[in-house]
Each structure stands twice: as C-alpha cells, then as structure tokens.
C-alpha cells in the first residue's frame, strides 16, 4: 500500500473545496453567506495550484495563488463596502431582493 | 388565251429601285404614325384619305417593283442597318424584293389599299376612326416587314408584328368582353406557335451560323437531315399558329369579333397566310425532308375538310366565311406540303382575292343588318342591296371553283397534285370538300340575299352601303374573275426562283377527267345549296338540329370547350395553387419559419434574463457543466468512438 | 479627368450631405440638377470610354489597408459602363417621378442621393472589399426608403428585406475571405483586387465550395428561385421610387456579380453547376410568370414578372456563350427600363386611386387614353415584341441558352407564352372593358411630371429596340474577354470544352 | 507517514469547517468556520513547501479579510437566523453531477509527463527568497497592478462604508422621497 500523498490527493480535495463553495453560491441567498462561499472557492483552487506547482518545481503555481490571495482581498473590501450601502438602503442582503436589473 | 405585253419597260431607268422598296416598306409606317398622332382625337375624314393614299403608293411602289422584277430586273436587295449583332451572330434590316416576296406585297398592298377606301365609309360613324386607320397601316407595313425580309429574324419581326396589329385590331372595340378575350386569345395561341418558330430560328442559327435566307440555303446541303427536318418541323409549327391549322385554330373563328375589313384584310388575305408564305420561303429546307412535307399536306387536307364541316351549320356570317379561309388555307398546305410551292402561292394570291371580297360583302351586309350577324334572321336582300350581292355572289362563285372563275385554277391544280402524287386519300379528302365549299358559300348567298325577308320580322331596315365602298371593292371582283387567266405568267414569274413542279406523263391524259368530276362536285353543292333553300328556309330541319352530328358541328367540336377545360382552366387553378400553396405557403413559409425559429429561442429565452441573481448563478453552472461535458467527450473521442464501435459491432 | 469615376461614386453623396444645407422649398430642383449632373458625367464616361480596348479602362488605385492588400481600385469595362449609367439613369428618372406633396421629402430625396452612391460604387468598384462595402450599404437607403414612406406592411417588408439580403451577403463576405486566404497562400501576399484574383487558377473542389458561397449572396439579390420571396413583400409596400430603383437596379447587382465574380474566378464550378441552376432558372422563368398570372394586386404582378425576367438574364449569363451573356447583360439593362416604367406606370394609378387592386379597375383606355397606350408599349416591350427593348436581350439570352441544352431550351423559350399570358390578361382586365366602378370614370390622363418620366423610357424603348448596336458592341467585347479568361482558366476538360475559346484583341484582329 | 497523517487531518477539517460555512443558518457560525479553514489550508500550504504563500495565506485571510467581515457584520443584525427557502432538487443533482466531472477532468490529463518547469525551484535557497527573485522580475509589473488594486479597493472600500458616502446615501433617499 502506498501511503505517500500524490498530487491526485490535493487535487481531489481541491475539487471537493470547490464544489463546496460552488454549492454555497448556488444555494445560499444571503449575500454575505455568498461572500464567504467565494473565498471558499478561491482557496480551492489555490491549493490546487500550489500542489501542482510543488509536484512539478515551478513557481508558477504558487505566483497564480499568490496573485488569487491579492484579487480576494480586494474583492473583499470593494464587495463589503457595497454590500454595507445596500444593507443601509434596503435594509436586507438577500440574493432576490436584489431585482434592479429586471428588464 | 395569251396576254404577252411586249413592253419593255426598264423600271430602274426612271427611279432607284432600292428607293422603291423603301417606299414600299415604309409609306404605310408613316401613315399609321400621323393616324397615331391623332389617335385620341375625334374623327377627322382627311386622316382616312392621307393614310389610303400612302398605303395606295406603297402599292405603286410595289407595282413597280413587280414591273421590273417581271422585265427581267435583278432581285433588288439591300441592307439598311445592323440590328442585332453579339458573338458571332449579326442580324441587319435587310429586305429584298423577289418574285415571290414582289409577288406577296402586290397582293398584300393591293388588299390593303381597296380595304383601307373601304373601311373610310365602314368606321365613318365610329369614335375611334383615327385609331383604327393607325392599326391598321401599322399592320401593313408588319406585314410587308414580314415578306420583304431577307432573313428569317426580319421575318420575325414582322412575324410579330402582324401578331400585335391583329391583336389591336381584334380588340379594336375594347370596351366588348367578347372581343378583347378573341384578341388575347389570338395572341397568345399564336405566341404558342411562335415558341415553335424561334426555336427554328436558333437551330437554324447553331447549325448554319447565319439567318440570311440566301446563305442558310446555300449550305442547306451539308447539314444532317434529321437537323433539317427538326428545322421544318418547328418552322411549321409557327406556320400553324400563323395560318391557324389545327390544333391552333380555334382563335381565327373568334378573331372576328374584330371590325369586318380587319377580318377581310387581316384574317382572310395576308396575315394568316403568312404561315404558307414561311413554307413556300424556306421551301429549300423543306424540300429536303418529304416525310414532314408530307405531313404537313396531310394535316392541311384534314383541316380543309374540318373546317368545311363546320361552315355547313354555323350560323354566323362571319364564322362561316372564317371557317371556309380556315378550309382554303388548308388547300395552301397541301399544296405547298407536296412540294409544289408556285401553286400554294397561286392559290394564296387568287384567294385572297375572292375571300376580301366575300369578306367586305359581308361587311356591307352587317351594316345593313345593323351588326346583326345570324343568317337566319336576314333573306332577301338581294331588293336592297343589288350591288353587294353581286359582288358577293362573284366571290362565292370563285370560292366554289367554277370556270373561268379565279378559284377554279389555282384550286383545281390543287387536286392535281393530290392526284399526280398518288396522295389519293388527299385527293379524296379535297374533292369532298370542294363539295362542301360550294354548299356552304351558296347556303350563305341564298339565305341572305335570297328567300323571304326575314328581317322585317326584327324591325331592321337595310340599306345599301356607300357607292364609294363598292367602288373600291370591283377590283377585287374582276381579279376574282379574272386572276385565274394569268396563270401561264405567273408560271413563268414565280418559278424564276420557286422550284418548278412537273407533272407526271400519265396525267396530262386524265387531266380532263378529274377537271369534270371536281366542277361536277362544285355544281353539285350549289345546287344541293340552291335547291334546298329554295323551297323552304334552311337546309337544317329542326329534328335535323338534334342529330348529334349537327350538334357536333355547331359546337365546333367542342374544340373550344375541351381547351377551355384542359388548358385554361387548369392553367389559371395551377396558377393559383402555385401562388397560394406554393410560394406563401411552403417557400415564404419556409424562409419565415426560419426566422421565427430564431425569434421564438428569443421568446422563450429571455426569461433568463429575468434580473435575478441566483437563476443567473443557476445558468452559470449549468453552463460550466455543459462546457465541462463537452470538454470531456472532446478529449476522449477516439476512446468514445472506438468504444461504441465495438458496442455497435 | 483622371478621378472621374471617384467623381462619379462620390459625388451624389457628397451633394447629398450639402443637400442638408438647401431650404424645403428647393431640395427638389436641387436633387434633379445632381442627379442630372450625374447623369451627364456617366454619358461623357461613355464618351471617353474606348470599346476597341481590353481590360479596364478609367482605373485608380490607392492602398487602403497595405497589410491586407484592401485597395482603393475602380475601373468599368463595357458591362459596368452601361450598368453605371442605368444607375445614374434611372435615379434620374426616379428622382423627377417624386411629387412635391410627398411626406419628408427632404429626407427621401436625399437617401435616393445616398443610394445612387452605393449603385455606382457596386459596378465601378474592382476591389472584393469594397464590392462588398458598397453592395451592403446599399441596403440601407433602401431599407429607409421602404421602411419610412412605404405601404401599411412597410416595417414586415423592409426588415425582411434586409435580413434576407443581408444572409446572404454575410455568407458571401466569408466565401471572399476565404478566397483572399487562398490568394495568400498561392502567391504570399494579401490581396482583394479582383484582377488579381482572376488570375488564381483553384481546384475544382476549392472552387465548389466558393462558388456555393458566392452563389447564395447573389441568388439572393438576383432573386432566384426559391430565395425570390422578400421581393413580392419589397415591392408590394415600397414606395414608386423605391420600387423603380430597386426592380431597375438593385438586382442587377446580383447578376452584375455574376457575371464579375463567380464566372471568372470558378468557371469550373460554374460548369459544375450549370445543370442545377439552369432547373432553377427554369422554375423561376415559368413558376413566377405563373405566379404573376393569379395576382390580384397590380404591383405585384409586374413585381414576379420581374422574377420571371430574371431568370431569363441568369439563363443567358450560364449559357457562358458571347450571345448568352451579351443578352442577359442587355436584358439587364432592357429590364431596368422597361420594369422601371411599368412600376412608374402602376404609381400613376396609385396616385390617383390608392389602390393598385386590378380588380377596381377596367376600361381605362378610354378614360387615359395616353397612359394606357404607354402602359401597352411597355407591356409589349415586357412580353418580349421586337422593335422593342426587350426582344433584342430575350433573343439573345435565349439563342445563347439553346446552344447548352435543347430540351431546357424550348422550356426557357416558354417564356414568351407564359409572359404574353399574364401580361395581355392583366392589361385586358385594366384596360378593356366597359368602365364599371365610377371612381375611374373622372381620372385624368397623365401629368407633366409622369411624361417627363415616362417619354424617355418610352423613347428608350423603341430606339434602343431598333438600334441596339452602341450598347451591344462594347458589352459584347468586354464578354468576349471575360469568356476568353474564363477558357484559359479552366482546369477541368468539361469545362474547356463548353467555354468557348474565343480569341479576341489583336489575335481576333488577324 | 508524517505527510499522510498531517494532509488527511488538515483534508478532512477543512472540509469539515467549510460544509459547517455555507450549511449554517448563523453568520456568526460561519465566519468562525471560514476562519479556522482558512488557517488549516495554510497549514497545507507549508506542507506544500510553500512557506511564503502559508504566511501570506495567514495573514491576508485570517489577518485581513476575516477582520473585514467582522467589521462589516458589526452592519448588520447577525443574531437572528438567516431564513432562505430553497429546495430544489435540480440544484443538488447539478451540484453533484458536476463535481464528479470536475473530479473526473482534474485527477486525469495532469498526469503528463511533458510539463517543464518555467520557473524551477532551486534546491537549497529558500522559498520566500525564490519567490521574491520571480516575483520582482518576471511578474513585476503584475504585482505593482495588484499593488495598485489593492490600493484602490482599499480606497474604495474606505468611501463606500465611509460616513460621508451614506449621507450623501441618505440625501438622494429624501430627495426621492420628496419629489
């Protein structure tokens, strides 16, 4: 039995992570709950991208997440800062109230 | 009897004779255009005098072709412009005057010129005089256009030309239901055979090269005979269309719904002769191929006898006179069929005379009847119009062949052929109708000019036509009598370029007898005609008119009927089919279909865009899951293809 | 005059902007003098234009984008001349045919000034590019035309118009970038000019593809059968001037393109398709003129006419013999007039009855006299009467066509019964009879504005059918070339064997 | 054997933590468990051998963006329980279907052979240092734009919650309540 772990086990646990965000979005209708199921997905696929990068010895990977890192925390500040004005105007932060754009 | 003038006389010392021929050609065009001029405006009597006067020097000018055509001048042939010239194909105007076409304009301007005087008194109480005079010219210098060019798309030029003029004319009171429908079935029923006559025109074109008459029929030798004979046979069929030989014959009986010297000049004398003018033209392509000559003689031969049967009960005037051209332009093909062209154009030329006359003799007689055409309502009218049923009875005695009269010479030498060729069926065919002939023109004469004075029975008073209009139609009665005389002259004339058609030796021998038994039939049919209307009114008793023979007659057939059915009025439902069902239902349907194919995606999609988030989220992911799946099946294809390959095998 | 045709193209469209510029009152006088101006400059391009020579005359050339070889190149030969001044001929005439009273009339005429533009621009133009260009911006004004000032089912016409047209277009837009990339890999360099493509000899297969390509853009516009519904639709709401223009114009631009793209460039494929697109020229010829006979409504009766005589113009461009092509190019300019006329012709009675229904008419030769008499020498010139314009192109297309196939032949020649039908019934139910319904028995025969438009057609008519020499002549040299082309280009056996080779210029002269 | 031990364990709490985030009806529970996910995945990252980005992980997320949230729930009422309707079976079966595919199409085609290292790690000098001599050559113009980014987010971020910004919020309310 080979118990060492191989990229397959980071990469499994990468999609798994994803896909635990991806059902967070779809399911979740409070935006806030929504926030934290990106972030959720964004990790997921900094690990894939830093497991790969160790397997393989490039840097490459680890540069991605490290930019990933930088996008999250911006979309984080501009998304909250929204988020607080629509809270203070409507006075709610579920998904469907969110109808503005109704054609 | 010998009328050798021993005149020289050398026309091309006092005039050019290529000014002549243009003369000719365009004095009527000219006077049709001022006739146009005035087309709209009310009656002016000068117009009518100009106009005749034009036509009369086009026929001087003709004459004076003839005279020097007859005096041993060259044929006159000229070339004015080029008209169609692309590829290798060049057609010019060209005209030339021969003896056969010197000998077409003769007749065709002389007709015209007596019909044109005629006509200043039969539309004088007509609004649309001025009119009629400029369709009419227009149609003589067709016609002209039609036997003086010197190739076969000058012809049919003319060829058309003729076709539209009849067309004018036919519907010339436009505002009857009745003539404008015989006007456009004339045109389209010969447009029918014109089909025929330009697909002629283009094989001779992609096998000759060239549409001058001279340089096809110089090479007419070198081309396969099965060309040649496709050549006749769709030359023919223009010819059919034209001369209106069966199965195209049926707009010729309606066409006169026309005014009666369009009937005379257009469909008795000239233009549906125009057909055995074709045949007797392009008698070299002809000549080539006997079977469909023979043909031809055979259709001719039967529609002589169709048409004769049907002019034994027709009741109208007109119709009757129709039917016997229709019958005499039968005699033509059989003629001009069995390849002995000088007497097709013998019999052309003395027809159109007697047939004019019987044709303008009818004419007085509708004046006189009020426009009443039923014979059975006339009689009698010898009392009132003494001058015109002489001249009609000069015509009809011509039409029945009895000497010396015209019809008798160019008829008799008719059989002759039939005979002389052992055609014996013909023959038969032509005798029995030579009996018919006589019967029916007499039938007409009796019950019009003779018997009881019906009439007074319907209030009409008679009276007899303007002594001008009889004056103009004795020429036409003495050339009726006396045409038949020159025909050693016209021998001599014609064959200089129609091949000469010689009797076997036997026949000089029996050549008396058959003589006798045609003028015994004639005789016999007079007769029959004069006896039987003698004593009582009409031949036709009323049992008789129940008999279906009869009935067949009278109704033509039902020709006009089975048409009707199996050509227009599918033509018109096929035609609305194909509108309605076919083009907005299936191919408009189809391109519409298409587009709201797309707009109802639109319609049924855009409840996507809905606005809200979480189906927008929703749609993503079905999105990334289609494009995953497709990734998928992209990148195992082969091992998916192979794998069900072997599920398939 | 070195930049004539430039002039030529531009400057309606640039008076058209400065017609902006003149007051109300005189847009109409001002728009007649441009177009006549116009008009001038293509016959004094007739004037210059030298029928002796071979190839393209009055060319110029400037690059437009040198990295993909799109060029600024013009230059008409005899076929584009006499198309050119159709153009500016038949604006002209369109042009005068507008009455004053029209709604927005500022703004109508100075579209048909834009129009003109795009016309000339599709016949004077060498480029692929810009063929396109200007064959697409075409459909604007047009669009405009019928949309704004047309009937009560304008908007369904017009947008149908241009969405069918445009289709087609588009696929023709991909058949010529492909051909450039084909271009490029022959020779190395980008290059849209026609005259070089036309000496890029393709593989039968490659040409197939291309030709299909090319094929529906035109068959579209021409329009053949079973793409000819949007026309019907186009004609039937389009105001007079907009059907003149577009029945005695824009289609010819389909043929035009025929004659200038698809022949030359894959006469192989043409071969290849000859069969298929003669059927289908066929059923245009005889299913349409069938179609015209059931119609109801007048316009639409000279609108599949219309059809119908196209498809006798296609007939005689793929009997690919130099009387074939030389008739259809003059059909083409016989059935710019003639259907001009005959749409200008049912204006008139629009005008003074607001209906075009046959139906409500009957007996109006004795009310117009003058009118019904020219309604029948166009009638007669449509049916195909020699002497008139219309036989001479007839003949030729038809005589060239007999030579391919004679069984195909002597249905196409069908034309001249099916034409004569419902052309004859159609005047008969107008014109002849008693006048029945009261409303026609006061019409007044025409005006001066309609002689105006309508004498010089008429004139046309009659003097080009008796004369046709001036135009046949240069057309027939310039066919004679592209045939010749067409021979020395063909790869496969067949099609050496149905083009004719010709020999012409100098080697004719010998 | 250290590895094992030490990526199940991390695996299996991130998990863990992260099904309790998007599965919990309280916010507060949630940003707690996105918390302690967030640090467990740096402790991936170290076992990755990415030193640098395990300590940037700690610091950004459980530094920055954890205390941004908390920040930000200080808005909003956090003590009642988040109420959303939402059962659709369609949703749970994408979920699934997709997630096997995704497995699927991430565990097979990585395995090739052919990929070469762009930025190879050397043996024997540090992460971080390998990281900063990549960072600040090849990809110094995409650090200074994210530098740029974040710098505009946090100005962003500042004016949006900003106080001025909602009474400015608060004025075009009465505005439209007036009119």
Redesign the interface.
Same mark, same amino acid.
């Given at each position: 039995m080979n118990l060492s772990i191989s990229l397959e086990h980071y990469l499994l646990l990468s999609s798994i992570l994803f896909f635990i965000g991806l059902y967070g979005v779809i399911v979740r209708k409070n935006l806030l709950m929504l926030f934290f199921a990106t972030e959720i997905m964004l990790n997921a696929v900094n690990i894939g991208l830093v497991a790969i990068s160790n397997y393989y010895g490039d840097l490459t990977g680890q540069m991605f997440a490290f930019f990933i890192i930088a996008i999250a925390a911006s979309e984080v500040a501009i998304g909250l800062g929204l988020l607080v004005i629509w809270f203070k105007r409507h006075n709610t932060v579920d998904l469907d109230s969110l109808q503005s754009m109704k054609g | 009897m010998n009328f050798d003038i021993n005149l020289n006389i050398n026309i091309s010392n006092f005039i050019d004779t290529s000014t002549l021929l243009y003369i000719a050609l365009f004095s009527p065009i000219v006077g049709s255009l001022i006739a146009g001029i005035y087309?709209?405006s009310p009656k002016r009597i000068g117009i009518g005098i100009i106009v005749s006067s034009l036509i009369f020097l086009s026929f001087l000018a003709s004459a004076g072709l003839f005279l020097h055509l007859y005096f041993g001048g060259s044929i006159v042939n000229v070339r004015m412009? *080029? +008209?169609?010239?692309?590829?290798? =194909?060049s057609v010019p105007f060209g005209f030339v005057a021969d003896q056969v076409s010197v000998t077409m304009m003769l007749v065709v301007t002389l007709v015209s010129t007596i019909v044109h005087i005629y006509s200043i008194g039969y539309m004088e109480k007509d609004k649309g005089f001025n009119r009629f005079f400029s369709y009419l010219s227009a149609f003589v210098f067709s016609m002209m256009f039609l036997v003086m060019s010197d190739n076969f =798309?000058g012809l @049919?030029?003319g060829w #058309?030309?003729v076709g %539209?003029c009849s067309?004018l004319l036919i519907?010339f009171w /436009? #505002?009857r #239901?009745s003539a404008?429908?015989a006007?456009?079935e004339a @045109?389209?029923m010969n &447009?029918?055979a *014109?089909?025929g006559m =330009?697909?002629g025109? @283009? %094989?001779i /074109? +992609?096998h000759f090269g060239t549409l001058q008459y001279d340089e096809v029929f110089a090479k007419v030798n070198s081309i396969p005979v099965d060309i040649i004979s496709m050549i006749a046979i769709f030359l023919f069929i223009g010819a059919m269309g034209k001369s209106a030989q069966f199965p195209l014959h049926t707009w010729l009986a309606d066409a006169m719904e026309g005014p009666t010297p369009v009937s005379a000049l257009i469909h008795a004398a000239t233009m549906v002769t125009a057909g055995v003018y074709l045949v007797i033209r392009a008698n070299e392509i002809f000549a080539l191929v006997p079977e469909v000559g023979y043909f031809i003689a055979s259709l001719g031969a039967f529609v002589a006898l169709f048409a004769a049967t049907m002019a034994l009960v027709n009741r109208d005037i007109k119709r009757v006179i129709a039917y016997s051209t229709l019958s005499q332009l039968g005699y033509m093909f059989v003629a001009g069929g069995l390849g002995a062209y000088w007497i097709a154009l013998f019999h052309l030329v003395t027809h159109a005379f007697f047939k004019a006359l019987l044709f303008l003799g009818a004419g007085n007689v509708m004046h006189a009847m009020e426009d009443e055409l039923n014979i059975m309502k006339m009689g009698g009218l010898r009392k009132v119009m003494l001058g015109t049923a002489l001249l009609m009875l000069i015509a009809s005695v011509a039409l029945s062949g009895i000497y010396p009269f015209a019809g008798f010479f160019s008829k008799d030498k008719i059989l002759e052929v039939a005979f002389d060729t052992h055609n014996y069926i013909l023959w038969g065919t032509l005798w029995l109708t030579a009996g018919l002939t006589a019967f029916y023109s007499f039938r007409i004469v009796m019950l019009v000019f003779f018997g009881s004075a019906r009439y007074k029975d319907f209030g009409i008073h008679p009276h007899e036509a303007h002594g001008f209009m009889l004056w103009a139609m004795t020429p036409l009665a003495v050339l009726a009598i006396v045409a038949g005389l020159f025909e050693h002259q016209f021998i001599d004339f014609v064959t200089k370029i129609l091949p000469v058609y010689n009797f076997s030796e036997g026949i000089h021998e029996i050549i008396g007898q058959l003589v006798m038994v045609t003028t015994a039939i004639a005789v016999t049919g007079i007769t029959i005609a004069v006896l039987s209307n003698m004593f009582k009114e009409g031949l036709f008793t009323n049992t008789f008119k129940s008999n279906f023979i009869y009935k067949l007659l009278d109704n033509q057939y039902y020709i006009p009927k089975i048409y009707d059915e199996v050509f227009s009025k599918p /033509? &018109?439902e %096929?035609? #609305?089919l @194909? +509108?309605?069902s076919? *083009?907005l239902k299936i191919?408009?349907a189809? $391109?519409d279909g298409i587009?709201n194919c797309i707009l109802s995606t639109g319609e049924n999609t855009r409840g996507m865009?809905?606005?809200?988030?979480?189906i927008m %989220? &929703?749609l993503m $992911?079905?999105g990334?899951?289609v494009l995953?799946?497709s990734?998928?099946l992209y990148?195992y294809a082969d091992s998916i293809l192979t794998l069900l390959q072997g599920v398939l095998n | 005059m070195n930049h004539i045709l430039t002039i030529l193209i531009f400057f309606p469209a640039l008076a058209g902007l400065m017609g902006f510029l003149v007051d109300k009152k005189s847009i109409k006088p001002y728009v007649v003098s441009i177009t006549l101006i116009e008009l001038f400059i293509s016959l004094y391009l007739w004037y210059g234009f030298n029928s002796a020579e071979i190839g393209m005359q009055f060319v110029e050339q400037a690059n437009l984008i040198e990295a993909f070889g799109v060029q600024y190149l013009i230059g008409i030969d005899g076929i584009s001349l006499f198309l050119v001044i159709l153009s500016t001929f038949m604006t002209l005439i369109g042009v005068v045919s507008i009455s004053d009273d029209t709604e927005d009339l500022r703004e109508l005429l100075l579209t048909i000034l834009f129009l003109e533009m795009t016309m000339v621009g599709v016949f004077v133009v060498l480029d692929a590019i810009l063929f396109y260009l200007f064959w697409e911006l075409s459909l604007v004004p047009m669009l405009y035309i019928i949309g704004a000032w047309g009937g009560n089912k304008r908007v369904y016409a017009s947008i149908k118009f241009f969405l069918y047209t445009f289709t087609g277009s588009i696929i023709m837009l991909v058949g010529m970038l492909y051909m450039a990339y084909l271009y490029y890999q022959a020779s190395g360099t980008w290059s849209f000019s026609l005259l070089e493509w036309y000496r890029l000899q393709l593989p039968l297969d490659y040409q197939i593809w291309l030709f299909v390509a090319f094929f529906l853009g035109l068959a579209i516009k021409v329009p053949m059968f079973p793409f000819h519904t949007w026309l019907p639709y186009a004609h039937g709401q389009a105001p007079t001037v907009g059907s003149v223009i577009l029945a005695a114009v824009l289609l010819k631009m389909g043929t035009y393109g025929f004659i200038r793209l698809s022949l030359p460039l894959y006469p192989d494929a043409t071969v290849y398709f000859l069969t298929p697109i003669a059927i289908l020229s066929l059923i245009m010829i005889i299913y349409t003129a069938m179609v015209a006979y059931a119609q109801k409504d007048l316009k639409q009766l000279v609108a599949y006419s219309s059809i119908s005589h196209m498809g006798v113009i296609i007939l005689g461009i793929f009997a690919l013999n130099p009387e074939g092509i030389t008739g259809s190019i003059f059909l083409m300019i016989s059935h710019g007039i003639v259907s001009g006329a005959l749409f200008l012709l049912v204006g008139v009675i629009y005008d003074r009855r607001h209906t075009k229904m046959i139906d409500e008419f009957g007996g109006l030769a004795s009310v117009m006299p003058r009118y019904a008499l020219i309604f029948g020498i166009m009638a007669m010139a449509s049916v195909g009467l020699p002497l008139t314009i219309g036989f001479v192109g007839e003949f030729l297309s038809l005589v060239g066509f007999y030579k391919y196939s004679h069984i195909m032949g002597i249905i196409a020649t069908g034309t001249v019964v099916v034409g004569a039908i419902y052309m004859l019934s159609a005047y008969k139910r107008t014109f002849f009879g008693k006048v029945v319904n009261s409303e026609n028995s006061k019409l007044s025969d025409l005006n001066l504005r309609e002689y105006l438009t309508l004498i010089p057609l008429t004139i046309l008519v009659i003097v080009l059918g008796i004369y046709p020499k001036p135009i046949l002549k240069p057309v027939d040299e310039s066919v004679k070339a592209i045939i010749s082309l067409m021979h020395q280009k063909a790869v496969t056996e067949e099609a050496k064997k149905i083009i004719p080779n010709i020999k012409i210029g100098e080697e004719a002269r010998k | 054997m250290f590895e094992m031990i030490a990526f199940y364990t991390f695996a299996f709490l991130i998990i863990a933590s992260f099904i309790v985030v998007v599965t919990s009806n309280n916010a507060l529970y949630s940003m707690s468990a996105l918390a302690s996910g967030m640090i467990l995945i740096s402790g991936l990252f170290f076992l990755l051998n990415a030193d640098f980005l395990g300590v940037v992980q700690l610091i950004v997320y459980t530094g920055a963006v954890i205390a941004l949230y908390a920040f930000a729930m200080i808005f909003f009422d956090t003590t009642k329980n988040l109420i959303e309707v939402n059962s659709k079976k369609i949703i749970f079966l994408l979920i699934s279907f997709s997630t096997i595919l995704l497995v699927f199409i991430m565990t097979a085609p990585i395995k090739s052979e052919a990929v070469t290292a762009l930025h190879p790690i050397h043996q024997g000098v540090g992460n971080t240092q390998d990281i900063g001599i990549v960072l600040f050559t090849k990809y110094l113009v995409p650090f200074e734009l994210a530098a740029v980014m974040l710098l505009v987010a946090m100005i962003g971020g500042i004016l949006m919650a900003g106080k001025k910004m909602d009474m400015l919020v608060a004025n075009e309310e009465i505005q439209e309540a007036t009119k």
């Open positions: - | 087309g709209a412009m *080029d +008209w169609i010239s692309a590829g290798d =194909l =798309l @049919f030029i #058309e030309g %539209l067309w519907g /436009y #505002e #239901e404008t429908w006007a456009n @045109f389209i &447009r029918i *014109d089909l =330009l697909i025109i @283009f %094989l /074109y +992609w /033509y &018109r %096929l035609s #609305e @194909f +509108w309605k076919v *083009d191919v408009d189809t $391109v587009a865009q809905s606005g809200n988030l979480s %989220l &929703r $992911v079905i990334i899951t995953l799946i990734a998928i990148s | - | -």
